[in-house]
């Protein structure tokens, strides 16, 4: 069997939920509505249904009346989420049901697929195809399924077979090999990463660049709770790159924040980095401020005693209340 192969054995595992869904057990694939926090209004069962989708397309399920079920209970997904989206169960469902649709009976289901929300509207096409082999994946391919649906068990083992593949390492290779260590939570494997396209960014000599590296390894020792790495890598920064030249972008944002963040679990932040995100938060233009940029800010200014904590906090009520009128 080939490491490929392991992701389809995953996928067949769904033959038990298509079995328990054929008896009339609709619990884990039916449209489930709940509040994702700040994210609003989702479905708990999106991804049980994206996971039957692909091993309907894979095996090649032959069941109108299970891929039009699933097909509605996806429209009422769409047409409420709040992150509104297209997504692949829905593209997948589109593509399967299309072989029914030789008498154009389902045409209402799929124009109101294509009216569900405004991402659906405008790049929603019932006429896209979907490639509906498995064999025609690569091993990168495979690498994306898993994160889809959500596949760490086997996703590690597919890494490490694509990783031992690469035979020379680039910006984009490595953003990826960051972005599935995220996913899997090797967090503390991307600080070599980060340190490699710091360099790059520092041998380019570009300052947007060069913090934005400072910024994602900074994130990466946040993560990882690596708080005097964090400062070091803080104070580097600051003590060598003109960020003045970024103080407009959000970029500048996220460097205070980490400093922010550091000051109430590293002791020696307190004498460096909160004066001096302190005072670049108090000089800067109030309309750069956020949510978890004040947030950050208080627990700091709380952490050693600053009385500016409380007028900070003020100033957060007040935002809120905007944003919340707006």
């Known amino acids: 069997m080939t490491i490929i192969n392991m992701l389809k054995e995953k996928i067949g595992e769904q033959q038990e939920t298509y079995r328990s869904l054929k008896e009339g057990s609709y619990s884990t694939v039916c449209y489930k509505e709940f509040q994702n926090g700040s994210w609003g209004t989702d479905d708990a069962n999106y991804t049980n249904r994206l996971r039957l989708a692909y091993y309907l397309l894979y095996f090649q399920i032959d069941d109108e009346d299970t891929i039009v079920y699933l097909f509605q209970e996806e429209l009422k997904d769409r047409e409420t989420n709040s992150f509104q989206g297209i997504g692949n169960t829905l593209r997948i469902l589109t593509e399967l049901l299309r072989k029914y649709n030789v008498q154009n009976q389902y045409d209402d289901l799929l124009k109101r697929a294509k009216n569900a929300n405004f991402d659906c509207a405008c790049g929603y096409d019932p006429n896209d195809t979907v490639n509906s082999r498995f064999e025609n994946n690569d091993l990168l391919d495979c690498l994306y399924l898993c994160e889809e649906m959500g596949y760490k068990d086997i996703m590690g083992d597919l890494l490490d077979e694509w990783k031992s593949g690469i035979s020379q390492w680039n910006p984009s290779n490595r953003r990826t090999l960051i972005s599935f260590n995220g996913f899997l939570g090797r967090d503390a494997e991307n600080e070599l990463l980060y340190l490699e396209q710091l360099k790059?960014?520092?041998?380019?000599?570009?300052?947007?660049?060069?913090?934005?590296?400072?910024?994602?390894?900074?994130?990466?020792?946040?993560?990882?709770?690596?708080?005097?790495?964090?400062?070091?890598?803080?104070?580097?920064?600051?003590?060598?790159?003109?960020?003045?030249?970024?103080?407009?972008?959000?970029?500048?944002?996220?460097?205070?924040?980490?400093?922010?963040?550091?000051?109430?679990?590293?002791?020696?932040?307190?004498?460096?980095?909160?004066?001096?995100?302190?005072?670049?938060?108090?000089?800067?233009?109030?309309?750069?401020?956020?949510?978890?940029?004040?947030?950050?800010?208080?627990?700091?200014?709380?952490?050693?005693?600053?009385?500016?904590?409380?007028?900070?906090?003020?100033?957060?009520?007040?935002?809120?209340?905007?944003?919340?009128?707006?």
């Open 200 to 326: 790059e960014a520092l041998g380019e000599g570009k300052a947007q660049g060069i913090v934005s590296g400072y910024r994602d390894l900074i994130q990466c020792y946040l993560r990882i709770c690596s708080y005097d790495k964090a400062y070091q890598s803080c104070k580097t920064l600051i003590e060598t790159v003109d960020l003045q030249q970024i103080k407009r972008l959000r970029l500048f944002g996220d460097i205070l924040e980490a400093c922010f963040e550091i000051v109430p679990q590293y002791p020696g932040a307190a004498a460096d980095l909160w004066p001096w995100a302190k005072t670049e938060l108090q000089n800067g233009n109030p309309i750069n401020r956020y949510g978890n940029l004040y947030k950050k800010g208080i627990e700091a200014a709380r952490a050693i005693g600053d009385p500016y904590a409380d007028e900070l906090e003020r100033e957060y009520l007040a935002w809120l209340k905007d944003v919340y009128l707006s």
